[in-house]
């Protein structure tokens, strides 16, 4: 079947704009993840969506990142005004449940973002 | 909290080599634990997870609580091992912690 998709693949803006990258998770899956993977620095967790739970937010960098996820399957990260940090590739996984036994997660291809 | 630890940034072996890629973590309970592998220009992708106990692609950790560690270690490495390596925590959580990632370069 399909996997993770997110588009755009690669972004690029100027400092000050707003942004927004999609995730269309696999069908069925009730967990989606968002980091952010930069040179040298791992994944950075951002936030997390388990079914109709409240979402934790509590890798969210700052105030100008904000996601939300429609009827349990499509999520939306926006960045609003983006500054040259926000420059990483933003990954969306997504797994079956939370649970432990089922938590291997699947990941999208990514969006590149570059903020000039 | 969860933490992990990958103390080498770049691995570099021949071909036929033994390789071995440290990961330790800190998480006072029972802990998941998980290795993603990404090769070039693909996307991230779970390699093999302790639960599992599989071998993968000739890859096996073993978790040693007493150290705290989950090593990922193949006998002899082939090119096509070239790639990024993650290690993963998840706790109580249910958020995987990753470490910073190994890079592997397997030469000929």
């Known amino acids: 079947g399909a996997g993770v998709s997110q588009s755009p693949s690669n972004k690029v803006t100027e400092k000050g704009k707003d942004v927004e990258l999609r995730c269309d998770p696999i069908?069925?899956?009730?967990?989606l993840y968002w980091y952010r993977q930069s040179l040298g620095q791992g994944l950075e967790f951002l936030i997390y969506?388990?079914?109709?739970?409240?979402?934790?937010k509590s890798g969210l960098p700052s105030d100008r990142f904000s996601a939300e996820r429609t009827g349990g399957s499509v999520s939306t990260l926006t960045i609003q005004r983006t500054q040259q940090e926000d420059s990483a590739v933003y990954l969306c996984?997504?797994?079956?449940?939370?649970?432990?036994?089922?938590?291997?997660?699947?990941f999208g291809p990514g969006t590149r973002l570059l903020v000039l | 909290a969860q933490r992990v630890t990958q103390p080498e940034k770049l691995l570099s072996v021949f071909k036929g080599a033994p390789v071995e890629l440290k990961c330790n973590y800190s998480?006072?309970?029972?802990?998941?634990l998980f290795w993603y592998v990404q090769y070039s220009r693909q996307r991230l992708q779970l390699l093999l997870r302790?639960?599992s106990r599989e071998s993968i692609k000739g890859f096996t950790a073993d978790l040693n609580k007493g150290e705290t560690s989950f090593h990922l270690k193949k006998p002899f490495a082939q090119e096509e091992d070239s790639a990024m390596y993650y290690c993963?925590?998840?706790?109580?959580?249910?958020?995987?912690?990753f470490g910073r990632g190994t890079s592997l370069i397997v030469h000929p």
């Open positions: 069908s069925g899956h009730t967990a």
């Open positions: 996984a997504s797994s079956l449940a939370s649970n432990r036994e089922r938590q291997t997660q699947y």
């Open positions: 998480y006072s309970g029972s802990p998941e």
């Open positions: 969506f388990q079914g109709n739970s409240a979402p934790d």
């Open positions: 302790h639960i």
């Open positions: 993963a925590v998840s706790g109580g959580s249910y958020i995987p912690t």
